[in-house]
């Protein structure tokens, strides 16, 4: 089962912050927090991740809180092709066996709109 | 990162028959994995693919329903075995990113079994 919490669906207008929650109150040690997104008929496409420092990226920025508990995606100026289905996901930073997959839970639709 | 690509892009396939999908990376990876996305679902892993050995089915997937080949470190295939309606699905893999701790899908395969 995913380890990780997230809102079925959100609205943002565009040029707005979308800011998305994500809860891992059961993340370990060397676990870290990853994005992705899915924009309808295409493959995910990794956003961002980090361990516990909040990281920044061309794509978005990742807040981590201090507990590591959870964490938001923030898109800074969402436009309409932001529009898919993002997947927070917990796993270990190492590729090796069984830890080398991503487990998908349902992941948050976010329709960006005019 | 890295470049997959992914045959075919859609089929309607008879039930009763089999599709193979392949996916060719343009850089030699250690793992790759196997999803499948059933309508309106998230992401659910098939198998790990390794190269020399024979690849790791998650539960609830089996080799005879879904055997996978791995001739070498950049070509992988999963063929998907007497088709019924309920395997009407896009599959997808993927690989570790070479330059980072995220991953790269293909663009995936739209499956529909009549």
């Known amino acids: 089962d995913a380890k990780t919490t997230q809102p079925t669906s959100m609205d943002c207008a565009e040029g707005r912050a979308a800011n998305l929650p994500c809860n891992h109150s059961?993340?370990?040690?060397?676990?870290?927090v990853y994005w992705y997104r899915q924009i309808h008929s295409q493959g995910p496409q990794y956003i961002i991740h980090?361990?516990?420092n909040n990281e920044t990226n061309e794509m978005a920025s990742l807040i981590i809180t201090e507990d590591r508990k959870s964490s938001t995606l923030i898109l800074p100026h969402a436009t309409l092709r932001d529009t898919a289905v993002y997947y927070c996901?917990?796993?270990?930073?190492?590729?090796?066996?069984?830890?080398?997959?991503?487990?998908f839970g349902k992941g948050t639709k976010l329709s960006v709109k005019p | 990162s890295a470049v997959i690509s992914q045959k075919p892009s859609r089929d309607i396939c008879q039930r009763g028959t089999s599709l193979t999908i392949q996916c060719q990376v343009d850089?030699?990876?250690?793992?790759m994995f196997w999803y499948r996305q059933q309508p309106g679902q998230s992401l659910t892993l098939i198998a790990t693919?390794?190269?020399?050995?024979?690849?790791?089915?998650e539960s609830g997937f089996v080799i005879d329903k879904f055997p996978i080949s791995r001739p070498n470190l950049t070509f992988s295939t999963l063929t998907v075995s007497n088709m019924s309606p309920e395997d009407s699905s896009i599959y997808l893999c993927?690989?570790?990113?070479?330059?980072?701790?995220?991953?790269?899908f293909g663009s995936g395969t739209r499956l529909t079994v009549v």
């Open positions: 993927s690989v570790p990113d070479r330059e980072a701790y995220g991953y790269t």
């Open positions: 059961t993340i370990s040690g060397n676990e870290y």
């Open positions: 980090g361990l516990k």
């Open positions: 996901i917990v796993r270990a930073g190492d590729y090796g066996g069984s830890q080398g997959n991503l487990i």
């Open positions: 850089s030699q990876v250690t793992m």
């Open positions: 693919a390794n190269q020399g050995s024979e690849a790791t089915y």
